[in-house]
């Protein structure tokens, strides 16, 4: 007798008698087990076929904002995110002015470079230097809001220091100038060409000496000849199209800028957080201006071939720009990780500026982090900005 009979029968010897006999027991319990067996068999099909739909309508969301994302239908749009005002300044130029006028304080101008939008400066509630200022004590900070100059407009270098002279002039005539990017080279002209204008000069993330450091894109402007930046020039009807001008960004990181970072974008497509910072990212990098031919090709041939500024020999209307002329106290970021400007390029001011009072900040960020990464805004700007103030 097998051990599973035994058992039928042992169970039914306990039973009142005449209520079941063995056989009937062990008929009911053998279908008992193929019942419960059949159960355990759906459930697990059911079960494993809701995971599989579960996880294709996850898919089917993750792809969605993908695609959403990295392909938007809306041209992007600027968007400053602090209460502010705009006044417009010049057919080149707008300010954006946050707080008020005070005479016992000197305004903080930012100049912003001319590529993409300005609104970098403010552009987001965390990553706000506009709000890092005002939040350290500046009780007025303006911005330059650049526009693109007609195509068929000469505006070089020395057009655009005189527009950021106007700037100043509206701020009050005298300001502390913080320069990013490549808007610091063109406060290093101004402060050493009208020293009277800057209070201080702080420099994030800008090229001086643009022959220091080893970068992928010295390398790209020194072997492409002129010819080329010509052609470009004249085939998009006298601008420098911000399009290639960002491509050519792309180009010195493509594996980033062309597989990783959309690799990314998919894989975190369902992280809201994620999605959102990438799409303000997206939207202010889409947000390219055209750039005047002729400044284009001055920048290229004048800064970035020949290094004439740190060389001493760049003219610029009728002056030959001498930097050791600078004289105010002078503040100079740059980026651990940054890949266009690196450090060598900012801290050449200290050498070509002797005169000047210097103080060294190097932010753990890449190259708009400096100036924009919550981790540069929280450690180094905030002490920037009270010796800034300091010096008033």
């Known amino acids: 007798m097998s051990p599973s009979t035994v058992g039928v029968v042992a169970t039914a010897m306990y039973l ?65 995110a602090t209460r502010g005002r705009t006044r417009p300044l010049l057919d080149t130029l707008d300010l954006r002015i946050y707080g008020t006028a005070s005479r016992a304080k000197v305004p ?14 403010d552009f987001s509630p965390d990553q706000s230097l506009v709000r890092t200022l005002r939040n350290s004590g500046a009780s007025r900070v303006l911005v330059t809001d650049w526009l693109a100059p007609p195509a068929d407009r000469e505006y070089g270098i020395a057009d655009s220091i005189e527009d950021i002279r106007t700037a100043v002039d509206a701020a009050g005539g005298r300001a502390h ?16 060409l009208h020293p009277e204008c800057a209070a201080s000069l702080t420099l994030a993330a800008a090229p001086i000496d643009t022959h220091a450091g080893i970068t992928p894109l010295h390398g790209f402007v020194r072997n492409m000849p002129m010819l080329w930046y010509e052609a470009l020039v004249k085939a998009s009807g006298g601008s420098a199209p911000g399009s290639a001008l960002s491509r ?18 998919y894989l975190n497509a369902l992280d809201d957080a994620y999605v959102t910072r990438y799409s303000a990212l997206r939207n202010w990098y889409r947000l390219n201006k055209d750039v005047a031919g002729k400044l284009y090709l001055e920048v290229v041939r004048d800064l970035f071939k ?16 001498d930097l050791s002329a600078i004289r105010c106290p002078t503040f100079l970021v740059a980026g651990s990780r940054d890949h266009i400007t690196p450090p060598e390029q900012v801290f050449a001011l200290e050498r070509l500026a002797p005169h000047a009072p210097c103080r060294r900040y190097l932010a753990d960020a890449g190259h708009i982090g400096v100036f924009m990464g919550t981790r540069a805004l929280a450690e180094v700007w905030p002490e920037l900005c009270k010796k800034m103030i300091e010096t008033d």
């Not at 056989?23 to 099909?45: H, K, Y």
């Not at 100038?177 to 050493?192: H, K, N, S």
């Not at 020949?306 to 720009?321: K, Q, S």
């Open 16 to 80: 009142p008698e005449g209520r079941i006999s063995a056989e009937e027991l062990a008929g009911r319990t053998s279908g008992r087990r193929r019942t419960t067996g059949v159960d355990a068999a759906a459930r697990f099909w059911t079960a494993l076929l809701d995971g599989f739909l579960s996880l294709a309508e996850q898919e089917e969301r993750r792809l969605t904002t993908y695609l959403r994302t990295a392909f938007p239908e809306n041209p992007p749009r600027p968007r400053w």
């Open 108 to 121: 903080i101008l930012i100049v912003t470079p001319q590529v993409n939008h300005s609104y970098i400066a």
């Open 177 to 192: 100038l913080v320069g990013l990017c490549q808007g610091g080279w063109q406060c290093a002209i101004l402060a050493a």
């Open 248 to 265: 050519g960004f792309d180009l010195l990181r493509p594996f980033e800028r062309f597989f990783l970072n959309d690799a990314l974008l």
């Open 306 to 321: 020949d290094n004439r500024l740190a060389r001493g020999t760049l003219g610029v209307g009728e002056r030959r720009v």
